[in-house]
């Protein structure tokens, strides 16, 4: 009798257990950490790269080593420098210093810290790399860590400049969460190419639209490891003074968990993406 009651025992704390590890596994597979954090990590290093887009951009508008302030989506936080300062010296570095406390942008961001660049040829030039680091850089408090390198390919059969992107990169959250981001992708500049802040003014920026490809994988806030695959190009804009990704599917697979397949919309400036996970769809805001 004792050993059937003791056999009842365990066989109901394994089914205890088991009941607790599927409702687990159920609440993980409605998780979405990986999702945002992607994106997160995503419009971080877009963000670093359009600021640097700004200043790059405007090289021969430098003057004594310094930018003539102009429209920039960072606004007038920034001390920039290029050396060596002439138009046929390359490599160049380029930096661009928001100093040591926040300070908002025209997009509302808050930034903090420098951005170093090395520039090997001009900016739109067929086979020029910049490389991109942040040094005690943060953005809304998040610091970004890293390297992002960037090269010309030239224009493809469309016409367009297609740069590839590689990206290495580390997110420390206010609350010192760390996202891992690692990506391989190709930027295509599909809008916006011709006009600049000298020629259209405001809008001369942000007409700017391109399309993304390619893959990444990283680890979430809560360690969880993860794999992206953009399956539909990402439109990535400006919406207002913030850029945004407006279209686009990327599917992404959690560790152990199930696929999630992600829409980033219509090209509409909603700040808001949804992921598929199964039968189930969950709406997020993008970071």
């Not at 059937?4 to 979405?32: E, G, M, P, Y």
């Not at 170093?116 to 086979?127: D, L, N, P, S």
């Not at 990535?236 to 919309?265: A, H, N, S």
Request: hydrophobic share 30%; proline share 2%.
């Amino acid at each position: 009798m004792k050993t059937k009651t003791l056999i009842l025992s365990i066989l109901f704390l394994v089914s205890l257990a088991f009941v607790a590890s599927s409702c687990k596994k159920r609440k993980l597979n409605r998780d979405t950490t990986s999702e945002q954090d992607d994106a997160m990590a995503r419009s971080m290093f877009e963000d670093m790269h359009k600021t640097v887009d700004d200043e790059a951009g405007q090289q021969s508008k430098l003057k004594e080593g310094r930018m003539v302030e102009a429209f920039k989506m960072a606004g007038n936080c920034a001390t920039v420098t290029l050396t060596p300062f002439d138009s046929i010296t390359f490599p160049k570095t380029l930096t661009i210093d928001f100093g040591p406390t926040n300070c908002k942008g025209n997009d509302n961001k808050e930034r903090r810290g420098k951005i170093i660049v090395t520039i090997t040829g001009k900016y739109r030039e067929t086979g020029t790399v910049i490389t991109i680091k942040p040094d005690n850089y943060y953005i809304n408090d998040n610091k970004v860590e890293g390297t992002k390198v960037v090269t010309n390919n030239g224009r493809n059969n469309a016409g367009n400049l297609t740069y590839s992107i590689e990206v290495d990169g580390k997110i420390t959250t206010p609350d010192n969460k760390v996202i891992e981001w690692k990506s391989s992708r190709t930027r295509e500049w599909i809008e916006g190419e011709s006009t600049t802040f000298w020629t259209n003014g405001i809008s001369g920026i942000t007409d700017d639209a391109y399309l993304i490809t390619g893959t990444g994988n990283g680890v979430n806030r809560d360690g969880r490891k993860f794999t992206v695959t953009i399956t539909t190009p990402l439109r990535v804009q400006f919406c207002g003074y913030k850029i945004e990704i407006t279209k686009g599917v990327l599917e992404l697979q959690p560790e152990d968990l199930k696929k999630r397949v992600v829409d980033f919309g219509n090209g509409d400036c909603d700040n808001q993406a949804t992921a598929t996970i199964g039968k189930k769809t969950y709406t997020f805001n993008l970071k």
